[in-house]
C-alpha cells in the first residue's frame, strides 16, 4: 500500500508511523522530577535488591557520593591518611605501586597467545624487556630493540623457543607472574634466571610444572635454595645441568643437594663463582 503513494505523501506517512525517542525535556525538568522508579518486567524493583542508601527512610547527605559510586578502598584508605601523611609513607606508596605496576606489566595474556602463539608470543614478552631468545635449529640469539627486530605481528608457523637468556630482564628481573609467559614452550631446553631476585620457591615449582619435561638447562645463580627449591627441581625430569650459589653451610640443602645427585645421576650441578 504505502509503494503506491507519492513520495512526499510517503515520507509523511512514514514520519507518522515512526516512533519518536527523542525527548523534549529541559535538563531542569528532569532533574525537578527525579530519577523515574525503577520496574522489573512491570513490577515495582524490590526494595531489599535497592542499596541501602536508596532505600525509603534512610538519610543520606554529600557524602554519600561516595558510597553511590563505590570507590577504591586503597583511595579510601588514602584519603584517611592524609592528616598523617610523611614522605615516608610517600615512598612506600610509591614503591608498592611501581610493584603492583611491574606485575601487571608481565601477567600471561591469552589474547596474545591467540594472535600469535606459544612461541611468537614469549620472544614478544622477552625481546621487549630487555632478554634473549634462541630458536630451535638456530645459532644466533633474539635481542635488542622490539622496534627493530621486525617480528611477525600474527602467528607465522617454523617459530620453535628453544633457549631464553633472562640475565638482563629490566626491573632486577621476571617474577612468579611472568613465568606463565614460559607455558606452550615444548621445545625449550635451555633457561638462564642468573641474578632475578624474584626467583623463589613458587616460581620454580611453576617453571617445574610447564616445563620440566624438555628443560635440560637452570641457571638460578642467586637464588638462595631451600628444601623446597631442591623439591621442585627433583620434578624437572628432563634436567641435565643446574648452576646454583653457594649454599655455604645450610647443611640441609646440602644434603638435599646430595640426594638430588643421587636420584638423577645424569645431573651435572656446578656452583656459580
Known amino acids: 500500500m504505502a509503494l503506491s503513494l507519492q513520495p512526499k505523501k510517503l515520507l509523511r506517512y512514514t514520519l507518522m508511523k515512526t516512533r519518536s525517542y527523542c525527548d523534549n525535556k529541559s535538563s531542569y525538568q528532569r532533574n525537578e522530577e527525579g530519577i523515574p522508579p525503577r520496574t522489573v518486567h512491570g513490577k515495582p524493583y524490590p526494595e531489599w535488591r535497592k542499596p541501602w542508601i536508596q532505600r525509603d527512610g534512610e538519610w543520606t547527605s554529600k557524602l554519600s557520593l561516595f558510597i553511590e559510586k563505590k570507590p577504591s578502598m ?48 614469549a620472544i614478544h614478552f622477552f625481546t621487549h624487556r630487555n632478554s634473549a631468545v634462541r630458536l630451535k635449529g638456530s645459532t644466533p640469539w633474539i635481542v635488542g630493540d622490539i622496534a627493530t627486530l621486525n617480528l611477525p605481528n600474527r602467528y607465522v608457523d617454523g617459530y620453535f623457543v628453544e633457549a631464553v637468556d633472562c640475565t ?78 653457594d649454599p655455604g653451610d645450610n647443611v640441609q640443602v646440602q644434603t638435599a643437594l646430595s640426594m638430588l645427585e643421587e636420584e638423577k645421576p645424569g645431573l651435572v650441578i656446578k656452583i656459580a663463582d
Open 74 to 121: 586503597n583511595i579510601l584508605h588514602a584519603m584517611n591518611n592524609i592528616p598523617n601523611l610523611t614522605i615516608g609513607k610517600l615512598k612506600n606508596w610509591w614503591a608498592d605501586m611501581k610493584e603492583i605496576q611491574e606485575i601487571q606489566n608481565q601477567i600471561y595474556l591469552p589474547e596474545r597467545i591467540a594472535s600469535l602463539g606459544a612461541n611468537l608470543a
Open 168 to 245: 638482563n630482564f629490566h626491573h632486577n628481573g621476571i617474577r612468579y607472574e611472568g613465568l606463565k609467559n614460559l607455558s606452550g614452550l615444548n621445545y625449550l631446553k635451555w633457561l638462564s634466571l642468573n641474578n632475578n631476585k624474584h626467583i623463589d620457591v613458587w616460581c620454580l615449582d611453576r617453571i617445574a610444572g610447564q616445563n620440566g619435561r624438555s628443560l635440560e638447562f637452570l641457571d638460578i645463580t642467586g637464588h638462595q635454595l631451600s628444601l623446597g627449591s631442591i623439591i621442585a627441581l627433583s620434578r624437572m625430569s628432563a634436567l641435565k645441568f643446574l648452576i646454583i650459589s
